[in-house]
């Protein structure tokens, strides 16, 4: 069985033996990608996450003499590399994880070319269980009064492995036990908060946010695969689940919920490797904006409309789903791609709310792409600001400072590279992070902990008018808002009304166990449906405003013709409908949820 991503062949012809568990995940990293990150009061978590190795040829200590890195190695072969300046990586490059948690310091300024201060913290053991490695997951801040940052999702990859054995980082998938880990960064302690009443099963490659002022995370859409958790690894390289829900996670009060996306992902399937903002300042509580990714075909989703979600209408007992939106977009939109990174900053006269989207792939063999886009909202206007030649995917990053954008790891794809083949190189980004101007719509090394507020770009201060400061001229979307909540706080006094149907959202997923010689396996999905509640009307309509935009299309889901042509469709599992879906497995061996081969441009969603 083939085991090997996308990722895997970037550095085919170059590997050696598999990770020494004596490489030091800072001074051996060669490249970091798949991981999971977030800030917490002034530092820079990463967390797990892929990586290749590349063991150090001579490096200088403290006393100035040359020393030879223990980790060993054929240094024989391939180019050296200098990390800080005293430090020559050389050799062949292994395959590996991130079996840390990697922190870097942002309370003061530095520059990752020389004197960046970064430091790795082992994995401690929770109630005699520990964190597993995981990749494609979403690591969240949680509130600004909390600890504690939150690990929620993500799958165990098996590209360090073959047919012959395992590689000394690697660990199998683990029991699905917790979908959600918590680290307290004082006390330096795992735990894990029990959501299973709402989310089982571990999905990994949906799209996330979080909005900390509410203590608020957010989960989109994904699916599970051979490496989701142990009760998953029958399902093989070509069977996976999909979700078209959303899980909404209360940090504060360590609960969830698990709500329907139907009613924006119907025409599309669930989706994955997308990215989600969210978007404080519009309407009472902010919005969810979900853009981009593949469907359950592999089919990439254009970007001249987005996903928009009423983070207040989760508070709304009549809309227990609560309400989306599918807004269209115009200016300069990008092209459709996936396993790109967002940020969102606002305008200092909070006019615009701009959305930068950096990175990414797409569907052709040579689709990689070194670009920023700028969605700016409310015109939900797209604006270029920014082209390279130093494509890459798989990153993060995060808004720092007060107008840069910090960028963390990713595959790194050189422009005059024919294939995936030759790129297997190390990361010219040596500390695995950069740093983007949002304002000047500039790459450095300097990250500026002083640095003065966010200006507007000029670029997109000609899109949607307006000065540095604000004052955008645009405050509609040419065609008008798709239902959505006006854009303008406090809340209007007047309010249109809305009607509700009645109904219960589609029901569970049972799990799902591939077809293998003498394993009869099967999914059932149970679909209990209702009609969502229809959006209502723009809370707050200004004279000579365009009129509310209403889609071509009705968002509210439609009856499936067996429950097997909406397979895709399901509900979390949970424990409390987990034994009624194995007795309804029982009934149905044989059916498979989806096992369809991935098209060669999007191998990569099978780690």
């Not at 640095?451 to 645009?474: C, F, H, R």
């Amino acid at each position: 069985m083939n085991r090997l991503s996308v990722f895997a062949v970037l550095a085919l012809g170059l590997l050696a033996d598999a990770q020494s568990p004596d490489m030091d995940p800072i001074k051996n990293m060669c490249v970091r990608t798949q991981h999971q990150s977030t800030i917490k009061n002034g530092t820079l978590y990463i967390d797990g996450g892929l990586a290749t190795y590349r063991a150090l040829i001579n490096s200088t200590n403290s006393s100035g003499s040359n020393v030879t890195n223990a980790t060993g190695g054929d240094t024989s072969s391939g180019n050296a590399t200098t990390v800080n300046g005293n430090q020559t990586q050389g050799g062949n490059i292994t395959l590996g994880y991130n079996n840390y948690l990697l922190e870097v310091d942002l309370s003061q300024s530095w520059d990752w070319k020389t004197n960046i201060s970064e430091k790795a913290e082992a994995v401690t053991a929770a109630n005699s269980v520990s964190p597993p490695t995981l990749v494609r997951g979403a690591l969240f801040q949680g509130s600004p009064d909390d600890n504690s940052i939150y690990l929620y999702g993500g799958t165990t990859s098996w590209w360090a492995t073959s047919n012959q054995g395992t590689s000394s980082g690697f660990n199998p998938p683990t029991p699905q036990q917790y979908s959600l880990w918590s680290y307290d960064t004082v006390a330096k302690k795992w735990d894990n908060p029990d959501i299973s009443a709402v989310s089982q099963v571990r999905p990994s490659s949906g799209a996330y946010a979080e909005a900390p002022d509410l203590g608020l995370a957010f989960w989109f859409n994904g699916m599970l695969d051979s490496g989701s958790s142990s009760e998953t690894m029958v399902f093989g390289d070509n069977t996976k689940v999909y979700f078209e829900t959303m899980i909404v996670i209360d940090t504060n009060k360590k609960t969830a919920r698990n709500i329907s996306t139907s009613a924006v992902t119907k025409s599309t399937t669930a989706l994955t490797l997308g990215v989600m903002q969210y978007v404080p300042g519009v309407s009472e509580k902010g919005i969810l904006v979900q853009i981009g990714g593949s469907d359950k075909t592999n089919k990439l989703v254009t970007m001249d409309h987005v996903n928009v979600f009423d983070v207040n209408s989760l508070s709304n007992s009549s809309t227990p789903n609560g309400r989306w939106y599918n807004q269209a977009t115009t200016g300069d939109a990008p092209s459709p791609r996936v396993e790109a990174c967002a940020v969102t900053v606002s305008a200092q006269d909070g006019s615009s709310h701009n959305i930068y989207l950096y990175g990414g792939r797409g569907g052709g063999n040579q689709q990689y792409f070194d670009q920023v886009y700028v969605l700016s909202i409310p015109s939900f206007k797209w604006t270029k600001v920014y082209e390279g030649s130093s494509p890459r995917f798989g990153h993060t990053c995060h808004f720092v400072g007060k107008r840069q954008m910090i960028t963390v790891g990713g595959t790194m794809v050189p422009s005059t590279a024919q294939s995936l083949a030759m790129a297997g190189t190390c990361d010219t980004q040596t500390k695995g992070v950069n740093v983007f101007d949002m304002s000047t719509a500039t790459f450095g090394s300097v990250y500026d902990a002083n640095a003065s507020p966010y200006e507007v770009p000029a670029k997109v201060i000609s899109a949607i008018g307006g000065n540095s400061t604000g004052g955008s001229v645009l405050k509609y979307p040419d065609d008008g808002y798709a239902k959505l909540v006006g854009t303008y706080n406090p809340p209007p006094e007047s309010t249109s009304s809305s009607s509700s149907h009645a109904g219960a959202i589609a029901g569970g997923i049972i799990g799902g166990l591939a077809g293998v010689a003498l394993i009869a396996t099967a999914v059932w999905f149970v679909l209990r449906r209702r009609r969502p509640e229809k959006g209502h009307e723009l809370e707050h309509h200004p004279e000579g405003a365009p009129p509310p935009y209403v889609p071509e299309k009705d968002l509210s889901d439609a009856e499936a013709s067996s429950p097997y042509e909406r397979s895709h469709y399901t509900e979390m599992p949970t424990a409390a409908n987990r034994e009624r879906q194995y007795a309804e497995m029982d009934a149905h061996r044989g059916v498979e949820v989806s096992n369809h081969q991935a098209p060669a441009e999007l191998e990569s969603s099978r780690l």
